[in-house]
Each structure stands twice: as structure tokens, then as C-alpha cells.
């Protein structure tokens, strides 16, 4: 019984070689992922654009330089077979301005141009600029702390943003209440935003909470059919007066 198992088992593998050789093109192997076969960048905090290749060894510092790398790519020679996948490694990216990407940019459906995360590592891609805690000192000046109610001195802070390099605030303008105040749309305009261990801050106001609630209307004011009124609409324009119900 032990010889005639030996024998079948002979009889098969030989088969089996047979068929091999019959077919030189079968293959056992698993279809590999285009991203697999393609072309792959590398891009990491402490890259370098100008000495690095690119690699994992030798990472690129910015996605701009990835980007900028393969559109030089694509002119030479083509997108690679399998496409290309730049690896992002862990850590946060600070960018001054959007990074911008163009029809030149896009890859095709069977040679795709992908950005993602190394292996998962945690990759944070950041708009602001990040404050040291430590750089933030209590308010002293004594006409300053005269303008805040008592509750309040001991508690308010400063730091000088200059110092820290950031010298540009963008444009804090009102909106809201059919007020017309974006001919060119509300994206033209950008206003300074602080965020705390990842939550935003609101800015400094009267009421803290809620809204001022308005007793009564004393003075009416001038109305109009239209509102906002048209931009040839020079007046004239006399104002409103209430009484509101606060503490202040």
C-alpha cells in the first residue's frame, strides 16, 4: 500500500510538471496591485528637496517637490506603467499657501497619481502656524487691565505674533444679516483663527454667550424696501436706537 501511494503521488507531480512545461506561461502567483507596480515617491518632514532622490532613504521635504518631480516625469517620459503613488511618512506638514493641483496633475484610470500615508503613520497637513504655550504671558498693562471687568484681570494673555513670524492676519470684516460686503465672493476673504489643543477659539465679544436680546426699539431709524440698499443709495441715513436687556 506504501509503494502504490508513493506511486500516485509520483504519477501526479509528474503530471503536474508535465502541464508546466506544456504551458510556460501559466503562473501561480496573485495579480499585484497597480500601486505595486508603479513608480513611488517619497516625501517626510525631515526630507530634503534639495539633496533628496525622492526614496525612503533620501525622502523629498514637501509635496510640492513631489508634485513638481512628477510633472518632470510625465514631460520626459510618461506616467510609469502601474502609475504613481507618493508616500507621505509621518508627521505634520506646515504650508504657506494651498497646495495647488492642476489638470497636469492627474494621472488616468490605469495609471493613477496617488498622495496617502505611509504604511498608516499618522500624517497631519497644516495650514497654521503653531504658538509654543510658553510664549503667551499674562496682560499687566495697567490701561489695559482697566478696560476689562474685574472678573477678568489675571486672565488674559499676549504674545507677540511678529516674533513668531507670523506677519500676515488676513481681513476681519463683518457678514451675515443680508450685509453685502463680498463682491467677490466670501473665499476672497480670509480672517485669523486660533485654535486650542485642536478646538477654535471665539473671538473676543460682548455677550460671551448667546445674544443681547433687545428690550425695546426707541428710534426706528430709516428703512428701506431693499435690502441691502443699492450702491447709489447715499442716504440720507439716520440710525436706530434701543434699549437691550444686560448687565452692561
Not at 25 to 53: I, K, M, Q, Y
Not at 85 to 100: H, I, M
Not at 142 to 162: H, M, P, T
Amino acid at each position: 500500500m506504501m509503494n502504490n501511494s508513493k506511486g500516485k503521488f509520483m504519477v501526479v507531480f509528474m503530471a503536474f510538471v508535465l502541464l508546466g512545461s506544456l504551458f510556460p506561461r501559466f503562473s501561480l502567483s496573485t495579480e499585484v496591485s497597480a500601486e505595486n507596480l508603479g513608480h513611488t515617491l517619497f516625501v517626510a518632514p525631515n526630507g530634503d528637496n534639495e539633496s533628496g532622490l525622492g526614496t525612503i532613504n533620501a525622502p523629498f521635504a514637501t509635496l510640492e517637490k513631489a508634485r513638481d518631480a512628477i510633472r518632470e516625469m510625465k514631460a520626459d517620459s510618461g506616467l510609469p506603467d502601474g502609475g504613481i503613488t507618493v508616500y507621505l511618512r509621518g508627521g505634520e506638514y506646515r504650508l504657506g499657501k494651498s497646495f495647488e493641483l492642476t489638470e497636469e496633475d492627474s494621472g488616468t484610470e490605469d495609471n493613477p497619481i496617488i498622495y496617502k500615508a505611509y504604511n498608516n503613520e499618522e500624517v497631519k497637513i497644516m495650514g497654521g502656524a503653531t504658538i509654543d504655550a510658553s510664549e503667551f504671558k499674562t496682560v499687566t498693562d495697567e490701561n489695559i487691565l482697566n478696560r476689562l471687568v474685574e472678573s477678568a484681570r489675571g486672565k488674559v494673555v499676549k504674545v507677540d505674533l511678529a516674533q513668531q513670524g507670523i506677519t500676515e492676519y488676513g481681513e476681519l470684516v463683518r457678514y451675515g444679516h443680508s450685509m453685502n460686503y463680498f463682491p467677490e465672493g466670501i473665499s476672497q476673504y480670509s480672517a485669523p483663527e486660533l485654535f486650542i489643543n485642536g478646538e477654535s477659539q471665539t473671538l473676543a465679544r460682548w455677550p460671551n454667550n448667546d445674544f443681547a436680546t433687545v428690550k425695546k426699539v426707541i428710534d426706528g431709524g430709516t428703512t428701506h424696501e431693499i435690502y441691502p440698499p443699492p450702491a447709489d443709495d447715499s442716504g440720507p441715513w439716520e440710525g436706530f436706537v434701543i434699549e437691550y436687556d444686560g448687565d452692561r
